[in-house]
């Protein structure tokens, strides 16, 4: 009788292990999920907070009709290819920041 129950606390023993390591895999996947998105929301804000900026004075020049600050506005929506090189770069750094120090922080099981 002192054998079974001591199977059984074993069992519940490694039930409660293999519950944790699964909290613990949840959590380290929470954190690559948090990451990609804050990089991705990063990335999306640096590409289009410059190309929204420059259509709103693009809008104001062009209703005013100063043509040079219209042509600059023009000129900053027209380097897109620059500003969608620095959003990635931007949301890189900003992703994996995030997993650093979110999985230093992280328990390990």
């Known amino acids: 009788m002192a054998s079974r129950l001591d199977l059984i606390r074993v069992g519940s023993n490694t039930n409660a292990r293999m519950s944790a390591s699964r909290s613990s895999a949840a959590k380290v996947i929470g954190i690559i999920?948090?990451?990609?998105?804050?990089?991705?929301?990063?990335?999306?804000?640096?590409?289009?907070g410059p190309m929204l900026l420059a259509l709103f004075f693009l809008w104001?020049?062009?209703?005013?009709?100063?043509q040079p600050g219209r042509d600059l506005a023009v000129t900053v929506i027209s380097c897109y290819i620059f500003i969608i090189g620095f959003g990635l770069i931007v949301g890189v750094f900003v992703c994996v920041y995030v997993?650093?120090?979110?999985?230093r922080k992280a328990p390990s099981a």
């Not at 999920?33 to 289009?48: E, H």
């Not at 104001?60 to 100063?66: E, M, R, T």
Request: hydrophobic share 60%; net charge neutral; no cysteine.
């Open 60 to 66: 104001i020049f062009d209703s005013l009709g100063w």
């Open 33 to 48: 999920l948090y990451g990609l998105v804050a990089g991705f929301a990063a990335t999306t804000l640096t590409i289009l």
């Open 99 to 103: 997993w650093i120090t979110r999985l």
